[in-house]
């Protein structure tokens, strides 16, 4: 019983020492010193607000208000530091956790990290060697140039060999979940989110995300991608390169997407909704991580049902050729064809159209600058009678389309109107005016 009191009271001796000992022992007068340590090997200015000792539950140092950059590109709200006291003395010393609070970098630390980070060969070799067993980040954010990421949580462990073992980040919303085991020299990445945002890039909303593969220091291929949005899915492959710029490469299956509120991300000046089907294949090869959008490929088959095409009516503007108007919109059963993009010139080839009266087809190519061309042919059914095909010229741009008959079709549906009465005889009269171009070289044909 004698033993049992004095290990009670050698332990609550043992407290009190730690609880009183940052009283005793300063340790800010160091601060100046690992500022400048810091700043040299990172080769910008540190700045850092107080150091102080804290005793319990564990011995460890806190650094207040740390500032890296001339225009503060890392910040760090508070950092604590907890040593293994009993190899602090030896050459091997070994650090508990490192845990961040409040942790901000921008893109210009971004940027940097990879300099920071490079080993210098002509350095003397340490005295001693640190390792350090786990790395906290608690309500972290990644302030990129147009868009952010976070604010979350990471743990990261670190194995005896100083290799990490497993690394966990976690969104404070509780939207997005990302883990990187090691296996090996590769990495297995799994990704899970729901009602999920993506932080780059369009702001496409995602219903559920899961994303699994495999990574290494130079590139990551993921192997499964499954995706929940704007009421339907999307699976498939992807791969990314950053060895040598920047490669991406995937394809994929989309089965009923619906485009009313998913196309304005992409381009605000199209409107059209409906139900997408479609299977793209697109890659990206560019040296800068901000062109890699620009620089995309893509071609994929499409087949859009039950949906609307604003701004502009087929029907009309093949009825009524002679008033040139075709503003208005194109109500649809299908919509299908074949589209191809090119470091921004998008082609839909093989277009074709149906809805009820009208039947359409043709080719339209969009210009970087959103400037449209093309050709389309309109047939529109009256009834029993089906009237003639009529060509019409594609211009203005996606926020303006305009669908115009071609001056050949004006012509002869002005003559086919005066002989055979509107209807009839502008719809047979257009279609002869441009047969009639096409035969005797009047013009060439925009396809």
């Known amino acids: 019983m004698k033993y049992v009191k004095r290990l009670i009271i050698v332990v609550f001796m043992l407290v009190l020492l730690l609880a009183l000992l940052p009283f005793f022992v300063s340790v800010d007068d160091y601060r100046p010193q690992i500022a400048q340590m810091v700043s040299e090997k990172l080769k910008e200015p540190v700045k850092l607000k107080s150091l102080r000792l804290v005793g319990l539950p564990l011995p ?6 740390i500032e890296v950059g001339k225009a503060a590109d890392i910040k760090a709200g508070k950092v604590s530091v907890t040593p293994d006291l009993l190899t602090m003395a030896s050459d091997f010393k070994i650090i508990r956790s490192i845990d961040v609070e409040g942790l901000v970098i921008n893109q210009r630390a971004l940027d940097k990290i990879p300099a920071w980070t490079k080993t210098d060969p002509k350095a003397k070799p340490a005295a001693f060697t640190v390792r350090v067993q786990s790395i906290r980040l608690d309500n972290a954010l990644l302030q990129m140039q147009k868009a952010s990421f976070g604010p979350f949580d990471a743990r990261v462990a670190i194995a005896g060999n100083g290799a990490p073992e497993r690394a966990d980040i976690t969104a404070r919303d509780g939207k997005f979940k990302a883990s990187v085991i090691p296996a090996g020299e590769k990495f297995n990445i799994n990704v899970q989110a729901k009602g999920w945002q993506l932080p780059v890039g369009p702001p496409i909303l995602f219903d559920e995300l899961l994303i699994k593969g495999i990574a290494t220091l130079s590139d990551a291929s993921f192997s499964e991608v499954k995706a929940s949005l ?6 498939g492959q992807s791969t990314v390169a950053w060895h040598k710029g920047l490669q991406l490469r995937g394809d994929y299956t989309v089965n009923d997407l619906e485009l009313r509120n998913l196309v304005p991300l992409f381009s605000p000046q199209t409107r059209i909704t409906g139900r997408l089907t479609a299977k793209p294949a697109f890659s990206s090869n560019t040296a800068n991580p901000e062109q890699l959008l620009s620089a995309l490929k893509l071609e994929t088959p499409f087949n859009i049902r039950d949906g609307v095409l604003q701004g502009v009516d087929i029907q009309k503007a093949a009825t009524n050729i002679i008033m040139r108007d075709s503003s208005g919109q194109t109500r649809f059963e299908t919509l299908s064809g074949h589209f191809a993009m090119n470091r921004g010139t998008q082609r839909l080839t093989d277009l074709k159209v149906a809805s009820g009266s009208l039947a359409a087809a043709g080719n339209v190519t969009i210009a970087p ?22 060509p019409l010229n594609v211009s203005g741009t996606l926020d303006s389309p305009l669908l115009l008959p071609t001056g050949a079709s004006m012509a002869g549906a002005a003559v086919g ?23 005797f070289g009047g013009g060439d044909k925009k396809k």
């Open 60 to 65: 460890h140092l806190i650094i207040d208000g």
């Open 230 to 235: 704007y009421g339907g899915t999307v699976t």
């Open 417 to 439: 109107t005066a002989i055979l009465g509107p209807g009839v005889g502008t719809s047979v009269g257009a279609k002869f005016g441009d047969w009639a171009e096409s035969l």
């Open 369 to 390: 600058n959103k400037a449209l061309s093309g050709r389309v042919y309109a047939q529109v059914k009256a009834g029993t009678f089906t009237a003639a095909t009529v």
